[in-house]
Nanobody, 111 residues
Framework: QVQLVESGGGLVQPGGSLRLSCAAS????????VGWYRQAPGKQRELVAS???????YYSDSVKGRFTISKDNAKNTVYLQMNSLKPEDTAIYYC?????WGQGTQVTVSS
């Protein structure tokens, strides 16, 4: 079973940027699609972005044009570049693949 470890969260001011990383314990090419989800307090977990083994991408409307998902197969890592961050982006961000969730990383956007 694959293990996923997220990193890169933190506190950032509105308009700022962060890059999240999701490191997999084995080849992400063999895993298939990898998704970034987020869950804000009192809200349901939602899909933010995903990338397939063929590098096709999906973005939710709320982040389209601001977030970019990418991957480095050699490093078994999927990234989420987040620009123009807003307070409503505050949430715990999770990586998901093949039925496995990472532990999450907190992103807080506040002045």
């Amino acid at each position: 079973q694959v293990q996923l470890v997220e990193s890169g969260g933190g506190l950032v001011q509105p308009g700022g940027s962060l890059r999240l990383s999701c490191a997999a314990s084995r080849s992400i090419f063999s895993i298939g699609a990898v998704g970034w989800y987020r869950q804000a307090p009192g809200k349901q977990r939602e899909l933010v972005a995903s990338i397939t083994s063929g590098s096709s991408t999906y973005y939710s409307d709320s982040v389209k044009g601001r977030f970019t998902i990418s991957k480095d197969n050699a490093k078994n890592t999927v990234y989420l570049q987040m620009n123009s961050l807003k307070p409503e982006d505050t949430a715990i961000y999770y990586c998901y693949a093949t039925g496995v969730w990472g532990q999450g990383t907190q992103v807080t956007v506040s002045s």
